[in-house]
């Protein structure tokens, strides 16, 4: 248990949908964090935000949309997605990003996303 | 930008030591970070290197050298459990993590 959650686990959807993808910290933390995990490839970042600013958007396209109503909630709206959005969708949340080790990164358990 | 690398897969026996190896290239460090992910789960924190040298936990040790940008994770005393995917990821001077892809351990008997 990370004390980072995240809903649904799994979720199939057509390119025609709008779904939303839920994360929640229990951990005190003020940044919360998008990730997207392709199969063999990096985690790649997709989202940042700091007391609930969004402060880093990685060129992410806009059928992705963000959104973090507190500190401790974070969403991912999806709307028209194509089949190559299929991906492992992680969040993860921290003390503010700085340099020390005190904003390690503590992940929930991903939201499993096939697009048809 | 930054380059993460290490190796796609390796494999030890129960009770063996391994030790996996992450270079990287970068325009700022500020901080490496080993994560374990097991299939389907979250990755979970193991380790966190800011200066040269090794740092210990228990059975899983971390070591960096900046001026070399190299970085391994040595597992010790290999268990069953210890199967899963090993993520480096390094900090730029802004605070954010790029992750490598990931090396798979398989532990066998």
């Known amino acids: 248990e990370t004390g980072v959650t995240q809903t649904p686990r799994h979720l199939v959807m057509g390119m025609t949908n709008k779904k939303s993808l839920k994360c929640e910290q229990h951990?005190?933390?003020?940044?919360m964090y998008w990730y997207k995990q392709s199969a063999k490839k990096p985690l790649e970042l997709m989202f940042v935000?700091?007391?609930?600013?969004?402060?880093e958007n990685n060129s992410v396209p806009s059928r992705f949309s963000p959104e973090c109503p507190n500190s401790s909630h974070l969403f991912l709206h999806l709307h028209t997605l194509q089949p190559e959005d299929s991906a492992l969708y992680l969040c993860?949340?921290?003390?503010?990003?700085?340099?020390?080790?005190?904003?390690?990164?503590?992940f929930g358990p991903g939201t499993r996303l096939t697009v048809l | 930008g930054q380059n993460i690398d290490q190796p796609t897969e390796m494999t030890a026996t129960e009770g063996a030591i391994v030790q996996i190896n992450c270079t990287y290239q970068?325009?700022?460090?500020?901080?490496l970070f080993w994560y374990q992910q097991h299939a389907g789960e979250a990755p979970t924190f193991l380790s966190y290197n800011v200066l040269d040298g090794l740092e210990e936990k228990g059975r899983f040790s971390s070591f960096l050298s900046r001026s070399k940008g190299y970085s391994y994770l040595l597992l010790k005393e290999l268990q069953m459990k210890d199967s899963a995917s090993y993520l480096c990821?390094?900090?730029?001077?802004?605070?954010?993590?790029?992750f490598g892809a990931g090396t798979q351990v398989v532990v066998t008997p």
């Open positions: 993860a949340s921290s003390h503010p990003p700085g340099t020390s080790g005190r904003d390690t990164q503590y």
């Open positions: 935000y700091n007391f609930k600013e969004q402060t």
């Open positions: 970068t325009s700022g460090f500020n901080g």
């Open positions: 951990l005190g933390h003020n940044a």
């Open positions: 990821a390094v900090r730029d001077s802004w605070g954010k993590l790029q």
